[in-house]
């Protein structure tokens, strides 16, 4: 698997805009539209599962530093 294919944070990302261009497009069809939408619900949920962990990660690191200070992102 090339780095283009492989599903990583950025990737999803980036495909989450490709979906939603050709949704707003006029000219992609209906059929097309539910698919690509299933798919980028499914993105969607990938990255926020890496979102999650990767805070998750980090309020590890500050707490066992003890120095920094979390901040909610929102």
Known sequence: MNKKN???FE???ERLEEIAQ???SEDTPLEDSI???EEG???KEFCE??????KLKIDKI???NKVLSS???K
């Open 49 to 54: 599962e890496k979102l999650k962990s990767a």
């Open 62 to 64: 500050i707490k066992s």
């Open 41 to 43: 619900i499914d993105l």
């Open 71 to 73: 901040e909610d992102f």
């Open 22 to 24: 050709l949704l707003e």
């Open 6 to 8: 492989e599903k990583n």
């Open 11 to 13: 990737n999803a990302l």
């Open 35 to 37: 698919k690509l939408f």
